[in-house]
Structure formats: structure tokens, C-alpha cells
């Protein structure tokens, strides 16, 4: 069974810049998750989605990142415009649901973006 | 306010040794708690949950964990160290969402 798949796996872009990664879940899972992960610091959530609608989005500084998941399958993050403080990996992850007892996450690679 | 703590950044063990990471979480009630795996340029890998039950979990690559609700920890430990275990490794919980603690970093010396 294929994972999560991330794209791409490392992006060096100016300050002011827009940006833009793409995840695809695991097959058939419903909940799919953006995550933050400065450096030394834990994954920290931005958004989940459940099919195509937004379950939770409260840290996603939505004055600049927008994400969307047409369908309900793909996802794509995007940071307009990007800021030094913005350098982190982005995970994405899925999972079958979004009940707790069942809310084992499988990640993806990430995305290792650098601002300049 | 919620949250997990990892209390050691690093720790630094010989091959063939034990190894014991620390969690601790604040909630009001017992959430889920997992531990994960990252190594070098790859993603989270899940090592173990605790939902209920019996306290001590066993996990995947020879890992476990043991739950004590009276000191609010959820430790992770392997008996014996292999080199292949450096990684940073965080412990997570989830009552509604998924909250990491800060990470330890396990560097194996030969």
C-alpha cells in the first residue's frame, strides 16, 4: 500500500514569495492533516480537513496560508507571501477518521521549505 | 492549558545499552498517547499507542511504553540500544487533535 506522498520534498524561496506544496494520502482516507514542524520544536497542526470540508483550521495564519482539498483526495498548501519565520517542514498526514480511537496518522516525507 | 513535555532534549546512549525517554502530559483527562519515530529526512513513524487497558505497550522495534496515570508520564524504553535507533523521537497526545511534545534527540555512540 502506497504512503503519503509529498511534493516537493525541499523548496528554497526570497521572502515575499508565494509557495505552494502538494499532498496525496493514503487511499481512501477521509482525514487528511497539514502540520508545521519548526526546527526543534513538534509538529504543530495548521489544518484537517474531513473529505473536502475543514474540520479545524484555528492555527493556520490564514493571512497568508490557504489550503484546499478538492475532491476530497488531493491537498495543497500555499503560503502568500512567505516570511523568514515560515522556514519549517511541512507534514502532511491522513488517517481513516476522525474518531480518537481510531486516529492512527500515517505521514508523509514532508517538505523542508527554506526562506531567504 | 494542555500540553506534553518531553524533558530531555538530548540524550546520548551506547550501543547495546537501555534507553528510557520521558513524556509527560497535562490534561484534564487521560488522552490518547502515542510515541513516534522520525529519522533523517523522513516522516513520523509511529512506534506505539495507548488507549486503555494495560499499561505497559509494547511497540514496534523491540519498543515500549508504560503508562502511570499518577505521574502523568508515558515513558518509552528498549532494552538494548542498535544504532539504527538514532532518531528523534516524540511522544504525542490526543484528546481532539493530535499535540507533540518538543522531541528528544537519541544519538547511539559505538
Known amino acids: 500500500e502506497a504512503g503519503v506522498a509529498q511534493s516537493p520534498r525541499y523548496k528554497i524561496i526570497e521572502k515575499r514569495q508565494s509557495v505552494a506544496f502538494w499532498c496525496n494520502p493514503i487511499s481512501g482516507h477521509a482525514t487528511l492533516y497539514w502540520y508545521q514542524q519548526i526546527l526543534g520544536q513538534g509538529p504543530k497542526l495548521l489544518i484537517q480537513?474531513?473529505?473536502?470540508?475543514?474540520?479545524?483550521d484555528s492555527q493556520l495564519p490564514k493571512d497568508r496560508f490557504s489550503a484546499e482539498r478538492l475532491k476530497g483526495v488531493d491537498s495543497t498548501l500555499k503560503i502568500q507571501p512567505a516570511k523568514l519565520e515560515d522556514s519549517a517542514v511541512y507534514l502532511c498526514?491522513?488517517?481513516?477518521?476522525?474518531?480518537?480511537?481510531?486516529?492512527?496518522?500515517?505521514f508523509g516525507p514532508g517538505t523542508r521549505l527554506t526562506v531567504l | 492549558a494542555q500540553s506534553v513535555t518531553q524533558p530531555d532534549i538530548h540524550i546520548t546512549v551506547s550501543e547495546g545499552a537501555s534507553l528510557e525517554l520521558r513524556c509527560n502530559y497535562s490534561?484534564?483527562?487521560?488522552?490518547?498517547l502515542f510515541w513516534y519515530v522520525q529519522s533523517p529526512g523522513q516522516g513520523l513513524q509511529l512506534l506505539l499507542k495507548y488507549f486503555s487497558g494495560d499499561t505497559l505497550v509494547q511497540g514496534i522495534k523491540g519498543f515500549e511504553a508504560e503508562f502511570k496515570r499518577s505521574q502523568s508520564s508515558f515513558n518509552l524504553r528498549k532494552p538494548s540500544v542498535h544504532w539504527s535507533d538514532a532518531a528523534e523521537y516524540f511522544c504525542?497526545?490526543?484528546?481532539?487533535?493530535?499535540?507533540f511534545g518538543a522531541g528528544t534527540t537519541v544519538t547511539v555512540r559505538a
Open positions: 490534561y484534564g483527562a487521560t488522552p490518547y
Open positions: 504525542a497526545a490526543n484528546d481532539y487533535k493530535l499535540s
Open positions: 480537513f474531513q473529505n473536502n470540508g475543514v474540520v479545524d
Open positions: 498526514a491522513s488517517s481513516l477518521t476522525t474518531a480518537p480511537t481510531y486516529n492512527e496518522q500515517f
